[in-house]
């Protein structure tokens, strides 16, 4: 099994920035794509950017130009650099991590991200 653990989120005045970490521990040689989902109340979870082991990435149009996300394999480590931030980026992110042995995901308790305008 995977677990992950989140960092980074917080208050920050539009246009600012934050980075978000993600470590995984545990089972860590069955991932292959890690990313970041954000959730705001009454919607569905929605996909922020993915990036697999080999390193290509996608991004949820929303975001592109905007965010950046990046892996450290060595330390088994996802971040999300957030710069040019929008009130409507305020939501809960969430980690996520695949599994390749059982086709199931893992995900982080969530971290808050609010952007004031």
């Known amino acids: 099994q995977v677990q992950l653990v989140e960092s980074g989120g917080g208050l920050v005045q539009a246009g600012g920035s934050l980075r978000l970490s993600c470590a995984a521990s545990?089972?860590?040689?069955?991932?292959?794509?890690m990313g970041w989902y954000r959730q705001v109340p009454g919607k569905q979870r929605e996909l922020v950017a993915a990036i697999r082991r080999g390193g290509s990435t996608n991004y949820a149009d929303s975001v592109k130009g905007r965010f950046t996300i990046s892996r450290d394999n060595a330390k088994n480590t996802v971040y999300l650099q957030m710069n040019s931030l929008k009130p409507e980026d305020t939501a809960v992110y969430y980690c996520?991590?695949?599994?390749?042995?059982?086709?199931?995901?893992?995900w982080g308790q969530g971290t808050q991200v609010t952007v004031s305008s």
């Open positions: 996520n991590a695949d599994d390749i042995y059982t086709a199931t995901d893992s």
């Open positions: 545990g089972s860590t040689f069955r991932i292959n794509t």
